[in-house]
């Protein structure tokens, strides 16, 4: 009814328009004005087709927020990053190997990463570590390599993690209980310089044979000296008296300390603990006795570099600067790392009763100290405070398919 109402009105408009045309058009001189009509016409849409419209556009509206907001969740989220593998450095010492058995393991199954080792002396293996070719070491001996080692924390190249065997002792200068007791009066090294107290050792070119450090260890440089000073020998005044032989292999060494003790044949000889062959030696073969030597406190730093004793070495982990970006999370699971003498030699002690074996099956060094980790995690619990819920559960999962 109201479309009609309005169609007609628009028809009514129209016939006037032609009216007052021809009658323009009767009269003479008058111009024919052409006029434009807009016809409007004006339709109504039910209330009920509006609010669809209106849904639909409320759809479209929330349906773009909620893209909007999906694309922004995706934005926050950092994409998964894979667990790169980690390189340890595998020195060349049974405590080390030792330590890096039980570490891999955790880190492989408790928090997932790939590891390997690379094999060698002290030093190069911390040139390694400084330049990233080397993730992790487990024991970096302080003050044997404290010049390289302040040099890398100084560069930001390495960054100390935790610490490890803080009940530990070295000296350069040590004999069989026997030769003491033997000779009561031979107690330091300034018997050295004498040649009865010389005459009792294997000598070399009129010097006694000192069975020292391996070349490549931190140690040798605190026996031999370097640019920051003249090292034990020289600086005790030995130089004269005293003559280092390389044993040439960190095995090599405990065998020979281990066959003249077994012959109580007289020996000079450099050595550390907690070990498994020193509390054979105090325990089951007689003892040994350490040669005095100027205190450390008498020396610049308490270095032996100067001339003096060992002092109880400060034995850190030390972690390459790319790992701590890498790996974060191991940070924490160092610093709680606790290896007392206790746990090396639970560990050692079952490397030594069960290496020959299985060497003889085909195992290769390696795999005998992974082997010796599992060992240890298996049958000791201390390990377990180091770690939180989550590792542990993994590393204990690991373990029961062992």
Same mark, same amino acid.
């Given at each position: 009814?109201?479309?009609?109402?309005?169609?007609?009105?628009?028809?009514?408009?129209?016939?006037?328009?032609?009216?007052?045309?021809?009658?323009?058009?009767?009269?003479?001189?008058?111009?024919?004005?052409?006029?434009?009509?807009?016809?409007?016409?004006?339709?109504?849409?039910?209330?009920?087709?509006?609010?669809?419209?209106?849904?639909?556009?409320?759809?479209?509206?929330?349906?773009?927020?909620?893209?909007?907001?999906?694309?922004?969740?995706?934005?926050?989220?950092?994409?998964?990053?894979?667990?790169?593998?980690?390189?340890? %450095?595998?020195?060349?010492?049974?405590?080390?190997?030792?330590?890096?058995?039980?570490?891999?393991?955790?880190?492989?199954? %408790?928090?997932?990463?790939?590891?390997?080792?690379?094999?060698?002396?002290?030093?190069?293996?911390?040139?390694?570590?400084?330049?990233?070719?080397?993730?992790?070491?487990?024991?970096?001996?302080?003050? =044997?390599?404290?010049?390289?080692?302040?040099?890398?924390?100084?560069?930001?190249?390495?960054?100390?993690?935790?610490?490890?065997?803080?009940?530990?002792?070295?000296?350069?200068?040590?004999?069989?209980?026997?030769?003491?007791?033997?000779?009561?009066?031979?107690?330091?090294?300034?018997?050295?310089?004498?040649?009865?107290?010389?005459?009792?050792?294997?000598?070399?070119?009129?010097?006694?044979?000192?069975?020292?450090?391996?070349?490549?260890?931190?140690?040798?440089?605190?026996?031999? %000296?370097?640019?920051?000073?003249?090292?034990?020998?020289?600086?005790?005044?030995?130089?004269?008296?005293?003559?280092?032989?390389?044993?040439?292999? !960190?095995?090599?060494?405990? @065998?020979?300390?281990?066959?003249?003790?077994?012959? /109580? /044949?007289?020996?000079?000889?450099?050595?550390? %603990?907690?070990?498994?062959?020193?509390?054979?030696?105090?325990?089951?073969?007689?003892?040994?006795?350490?040669?005095?030597?100027?205190?450390? !406190?008498?020396?610049?730093?308490?270095?032996?570099?100067?001339?003096?004793?060992?002092?109880?070495?400060?034995?850190?982990?030390?972690?390459?600067?790319?790992?701590?970006?890498?790996?974060?999370?191991?940070?924490?699971?160092?610093?709680?790392?606790?290896?007392?003498?206790?746990?090396?030699?639970?560990? /050692?002690?079952?490397?030594?009763?069960?290496?020959? @074996?299985?060497?003889?099956?085909?195992? !290769?060094?390696?795999?005998?100290?992974?082997?010796?980790?599992?060992?240890?995690?298996?049958? =000791?619990?201390?390990?377990?405070?180091?770690?939180?819920?989550?590792?542990?559960?993994?590393?204990?999962?690991?373990?029961?398919?062992?």
């Amino acid at each position: 009814m109201i479309l009609r109402k309005k169609s007609a009105k628009a028809s009514l408009l129209v016939m006037l328009v032609l009216m007052f045309s021809v009658i323009a058009a009767a009269c003479g001189g008058t111009e024919v004005e052409t006029v434009e009509v807009i016809k409007e016409v004006t339709k109504e849409v039910p209330v009920e087709v509006i609010k669809e419209v209106e849904k639909v556009v409320e759809k479209v509206v929330e349906k773009k927020v909620i893209e909007e907001k999906i694309v922004e969740k995706i934005v926050e989220v950092e994409p998964t990053k894979d667990k790169r593998e980690i390189v340890f %450095g595998g020195l060349d010492w049974t405590s080390a190997l030792v330590q890096n058995g039980v570490a891999r393991y955790i880190v492989e199954h %408790g928090y997932g990463y790939p590891t390997s080792q690379i094999e060698g002396s002290t030093l190069p293996l911390f040139q390694g570590l400084r330049k990233g070719d080397v993730d992790l070491t487990m024991e970096i001996w302080l003050p =044997n390599q404290a010049t390289a080692w302040n040099e890398a924390v100084k560069a930001g190249e390495v960054l100390p993690v935790g610490k490890s065997l803080e009940d530990n002792w070295q000296s350069s200068f040590l004999i069989p209980q026997y030769m003491q007791d033997a000779n009561p009066e031979l107690d330091s090294v300034e018997d050295l310089k004498e040649d009865k107290f010389k005459d009792l050792f294997e000598q070399e070119g009129g010097k006694v044979l000192l069975l020292g450090c391996i070349a490549g260890w931190g140690c040798r440089t605190m026996q031999d %000296g370097d640019d920051s000073g003249p090292g034990q020998i020289v600086g005790m005044g030995l130089e004269d008296h005293v003559v280092l032989q390389d044993p040439g292999t !960190s095995g090599a060494l405990a @065998a020979a300390i281990e066959a003249a003790f077994a012959k /109580e /044949e007289p020996l000079l000889f450099y050595y550390w %603990g907690p070990t498994a062959l020193a509390l054979k030696l105090e325990t089951e073969m007689g003892g040994l006795v350490d040669l005095e030597q100027p205190d450390p !406190s008498t020396c610049a730093d308490n270095s032996p570099i100067h001339g003096c004793s060992f002092p109880p070495a400060e034995v850190m982990i030390a972690m390459n600067m790319e790992l701590v970006d890498d790996a974060p999370e191991l940070i924490t699971f160092f610093k709680n790392w606790d290896w007392s003498a206790v746990n090396q030699l639970a560990a /050692e002690n079952w490397h030594a009763a069960n290496s020959e @074996a299985l060497a003889d099956k085909g195992a !290769s060094s390696e795999e005998v100290f992974a082997a010796t980790g599992v060992a240890y995690l298996k049958n =000791n619990e201390g390990w377990k405070t180091w770690v939180p819920a989550d590792v542990l559960a993994n590393v204990e999962a690991a373990l029961a398919k062992e």
